[in-house]
């Protein structure tokens, strides 16, 4: 996939979480790969408003999520992180938003969220009665810090980290994968909460 074509998918992702109130003011980014060898990811620009993205407002990173281009927008500051997990988990699309469930489950539950006997795990890629862990790190302003924090506890069938106090990661083989992943997970985590 060409950048600017990866750039365009970006934004109109981009545009649907927004709506969902998943990428408040600036937060949240989300990046799809390029090529697998070498690892190359189209990850959001930073600072921007999610919802107001164009084709344009993304930039090409490699792996530890430098860019690799010059007279790019400024990668997401979290492009380390995506960078990272796709790496690690062979995904081909990253999705990171800063929904409010994620976060108050990780207040309750800091280490793992614990889910289980719901249909809506079959959308997350499991079985209904699986028992189901989601990992929980803590915040770090550090890519490196947080990757490592993420591989330590990685499984592979487990395609979802918790960034107490700050938001939630989810990828998939693709952007629409890792979207409805994302949705029926928040739905997950604002049940367990509320219940
Ligand atoms: C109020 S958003 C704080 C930064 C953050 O967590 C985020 O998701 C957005 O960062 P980016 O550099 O991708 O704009
Ligand atoms: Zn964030």
């Known amino acids: ?6 750039g365009a998918l970006l934004a109109a992702e981009c545009a649907r979480y927004a709506a969902m109130g998943w990428m408040r003011g600036t937060s949240g980014n989300l990046s799809v790969v390029l090529s697998r060898d070498p690892l190359r990811l189209a990850v959001t620009a930073s600072g921007l408003d999610k919802g107001e993205m164009t084709a344009s407002d993304v930039a090409e990173i490699d792996a530890s999520g430098a860019p690799v281009r010059p007279n790019q927008p400024t990668p997401s500051a979290e492009a380390g992180l995506h960078g990272r997990i796709a790496s690690v988990s062979g995904a081909g699309a990253v999705v990171h ?12 539950w800091p280490n793992a969220v614990h889910l289980r006997n719901l249909e809506m795990l079959k959308g997350f890629g499991r079985k209904a009665d699986d028992w189901v862990s989601i990992p929980v790190v803590q915040n770090s302003q550090d890519m490196t810090v947080l990757g490592d924090a993420f591989e330590s506890g990685y499984r592979a069938d487990t395609p979802a980290l918790i ?4 938001g939630l990661y989810v990828w998939g083989s693709d952007l629409y994968q890792a979207r409805h992943r994302t949705e029926c997970l928040e739905w997950l985590l604002r049940f367990i909460i509320e219940t």
Not at 97 to 107: F, I, M, Q, Y
């Open 97 to 108: 938003v800063h929904a409010l469930a994620p976060v108050l489950a990780a207040e309750r």
């Open 1 to 6: 996939m060409r950048l600017h074509e990866a």
């Open 163 to 166: 960034v107490a106090r700050h």
